[in-house]
């Protein structure tokens, strides 16, 4: 290692966009002669890009801090995001942090390590209002066969749980002619898949008086680009015709994350989400219609005040009702600012656990079914790694895929005959 090279490691906690905005700022540093290390490694500088989503995001976030401390107690600490916009006095009295930076003011972290050295006294650079009206093109390459591409940021919802509003702002986004010119970069680079990611990503074009539908469009002509993915969508936001230009491209992955939250339309208005469950279940069922092998994982909060155990059972009803291929399910989180706080009917922590437990159970059955339809098709894999003779890879449609090969062969595609199931992973064998 060069002596002039300062080493620094950055871990991130929370959703893909925050992973495509660490790997951006990470690009910054490496341009400016710093060394990437992992966070396990000894570093110079620490940075953690946090999440406010969940106490327990919150949590982890405290305890790496206090890791980091114990390992490298001369060590530069930053912390910077969602958790350091909304909660900055809280996390600099967390002994070891030197600089708290906010959603907004972490895209200048190269320049604020500059002008703020350590001395022992955190510094807390946190933005608000107007500033959130900036958007930062940000996008992951070099550690994923799959790259993440922010295509928006903010959230105009305000549902009645949620503090992303507070710490992004509102909704914003880059132009068309921006995101294409980034994926071309990605492809460039040696990306086969791209994963469209924002925090509400239907809504990208409010800024610029574009469309979603046309930037998909654009995407889909992208010279290169094998796969096209999106992360999660607002059901109300997913329109017939993003539907209907999915499926007449093989291009467009068949693999859909919609936000349900709850099953009881007297649940969802009180978390003020902006479409009834009907409405869930139509845009299911028009996917499965009109792609009847795509993966289709929902949101789940249980424990939401007011939420009765008819309620529960009415969402637990529903989702068994419904052909999704797996749940993604959220303990509800008492978040400061939030409506939420306001509602009466508090769940006890025993029962939150309780449901949640529940529903993860259902969630392996679903995805379980889901696999088991899958023996027998043949598939494009996306190999992502490989060991001890075998390959690890995702179909278009979201099935981790497990076959004998050569590690040379990560980040390629191939047809592969799924076989069978182990648990939660499909084994198969190359179609030669």
């Known amino acids: 290692m060069k002596q002039d090279l300062k080493r620094i490691a950055f871990h991130t906690l929370g959703c893909k966009l925050n992973y495509a905005e660490t790997s951006t700022i990470a690009r910054d540093f490496k341009q400016k002669n710093y060394e990437i290390v992992t966070f396990s490694d000894p570093a110079d500088v620490y940075v953690l890009n946090t999440c406010t989503v ?149 809504d990208f074009g409010k800024s610029t008086g574009e469309s979603l539908v046309d930037l998909l469009r654009s995407l889909e002509s992208v010279e290169g680009l094998n796969r096209l993915r999106l992360s999660s969508i607002e059901p109300n936001l997913l329109t017939d015709e993003i539907l209907e230009l999915m499926t007449s491209s093989p291009k467009f992955c068949p693999h859909f994350h919609l936000p349900l939250q709850s099953g009881s339309d007297r649940i969802l208005r009180l978390m003020k989400r902006r479409y009834p469950r009907d409405l869930y279940a139509r845009r299911v069922n028009k996917i499965r219609r009109l792609l009847p092998d795509a993966f289709i994982a929902a949101d789940v909060i249980v424990g939401f005040p007011g939420e009765t155990d008819e309620d529960f059972h009415e969402t637990v009803d529903f989702i068994k009702g419904l052909e999704i ?34 529903l993860h159970e259902l969630s392996v059955l679903k995805k379980q079914a889901f696999y088991d339809r899958a023996v027998g098709q043949t598939r494009t894999v996306l190999f992502e790694s490989g060991s001890h003779g075998l390959l690890t890879g995702f179909t278009d449609n979201y099935i981790q895929v497990q076959v004998p090969g050569r590690g040379d062969l990560c980040n390629t595609l191939a047809e592969v005959k799924l076989t069978g199931r182990v648990e939660d992973i499909l084994k198969g064998e190359m179609v030669q």
């Open 54 to 202: 969940t106490g327990n995001a919150e949590r982890k976030c405290r305890k790496l801090i206090r890791q980091v401390r114990k390992r490298a107690p001369g060590a530069y600490v930053a912390v910077v995001g969602c958790y350091a916009e909304l909660r900055a006095e809280e996390i600099a009295a967390i002994p070891g942090v030197d600089l708290v930076l906010g959603s907004a003011d972490k895209f200048d972290l190269i320049s604020r390590l500059a002008e703020h050295p350590k001395n022992g006294a955190p510094v807390i650079l946190t933005s608000s209002g107007q500033d959130h009206l900036d958007y930062h093109a940000s996008w992951s390459v070099g550690t994923r066969t799959r790259s993440f591409l922010k295509i928006q940021d903010g959230c105009d919802y305000n549902c009645s749980y949620c503090t992303i509003p507070m710490a992004r702002g509102q909704s914003r986004n880059g132009s068309i002619a921006e995101v294409v010119a980034a994926a071309q970069v990605i492809i460039g680079q040696g990306s086969n898949e791209i994963v469209l990611t924002g925090v509400n990503i239907g």
């Open 325 to 358: 291929s797996a749940l993604h399910v959220f303990t509800y989180s008492e978040r400061p600012g939030t409506s939420a706080l306001a509602l009466t009917g508090a769940v006890s922590t025993a029962e939150r656990e309780r449901r949640s437990r529940k």
